[in-house]
């Protein structure tokens, strides 16, 4: 699997084109080869996929009992602007305006690489999202990543589950 890491700030020429940057490029699993899956993220943003990454995705997809409509909905949803991509002789992707239009990405784009996926942001949505801040992300933190079936293990990550002393043996 992917594990895409980055922020990177990248512009688009007048066909609506976008320079992939090399940092990005390197990470790519060479069996992608460079080709990719382009579709509407789960916010107001654009998923972009190797499609190595994609043919996962879709494996896992193909396992739903089409015969249950909410299963039906979330994979029409999931799958609505899916557009395979691929880098051309000078490293870019040509973008599909139906998706930029919907993501509201015009010239500029904000590119979030992370877990398998690299998100593509309107850098104005994006500022606002990460303006967006929970209140309390440390408790948002504890909630998603804390082990809650175990009380004792409150504070940092990986403390409670070992002393941070040992204990005295003299007792």
């Known amino acids: 699997m992917t594990n895409?890491?980055?922020?990177?700030?990248c512009r688009l020429d007048a066909k609506a084109r976008m320079a992939l940057p090399s940092a990005l490029r390197k990470q790519l699993p060479?069996?992608?080869?460079?080709r990719f899956v382009i579709n509407r993220g789960f916010e107001q943003y654009l998923a972009l996929y190797p499609f190595t990454e994609w043919q996962r995705i879709t494996a896992e997809l193909n396992?739903?009992?089409?015969?249950v409509r909410?299963?039906?909905?979330?994979?029409?949803y999931f799958?609505?602007?899916?557009?395979e991509l691929e880098l051309d002789s000078h490293g870019r992707l040509l973008l599909p305006r139906r998706l930029l239009s919907y993501a509201?990405?015009?010239?500029?784009?904000?590119?979030?690489?992370y877990a398998n996926r690299i998100e593509c942001w309107d850098p104005t949505l994006y500022e606002n999202l990460l303006s967006d801040e929970p209140a309390d992300f440390a408790r948002l933190a504890e909630?998603?990543?804390?082990?809650a079936d175990h009380p004792e293990q409150e504070g940092l990550p990986g403390f409670g589950q070992f002393p941070l002393m040992p204990p005295d043996s003299r007792h």
């Open 4 to 9: 895409f890491l980055g922020e990177f700030e």
């Open 70 to 76: 909410k299963n039906r909905e979330f994979v029409r």
């Open 143 to 147: 909630e998603i990543m804390g082990n």
């Open 30 to 34: 060479p069996e992608a080869g460079e």
């Open 63 to 67: 396992r739903l009992n089409l015969f």
């Open 79 to 83: 799958h609505r602007g899916a557009t």
């Open 104 to 113: 509201s990405i015009q010239d500029a784009v904000i590119l979030l690489a």
